[in-house]
């Protein structure tokens, strides 16, 4: 597996236990609005961040993208 492949699962697992949610629901999550995408393409900039700032970052990703839906 590839380290961006390994770093998305670990976001994945973060952004599960700090929003309380089930594996299920965060992969639909991110699904919906291509947060696996964002996170693999920016791996070199987000691995290198701590957890706070990672889920900071994709609440701030998925809120965009939430707009871009609703407008």
């Given at each position: 597996m590839?380290?961006?492949?390994?770093?998305?699962?670990?976001?994945?697992?973060?952004y599960?236990?700090?929003?309380?949610?089930?594996?299920?629901?965060?992969?639909?999550?991110?699904?919906?609005?291509?947060?696996?995408?964002?996170?693999i393409?920016?791996?070199?900039?987000?691995?290198?961040?701590?957890d706070?700032?990672i889920?900071?970052?994709?609440?701030?990703?998925?809120?965009?993208?939430?707009?871009?839906?609703?407008?």
């Amino acid at each position: 597996m590839s380290k961006e492949g390994k770093f998305l699962i670990y976001c994945i697992e973060r952004y599960k236990l700090e929003k309380r949610m089930t594996g299920r629901e965060t992969v639909e999550l991110f699904e919906k609005y291509g947060v696996s995408d964002y996170i693999i393409k920016y791996y070199e900039a987000l691995h290198t961040t701590g957890d706070k700032y990672i889920i900071e970052d994709i609440d701030e990703y998925i809120n965009k993208r939430k707009e871009r839906y609703e407008t």
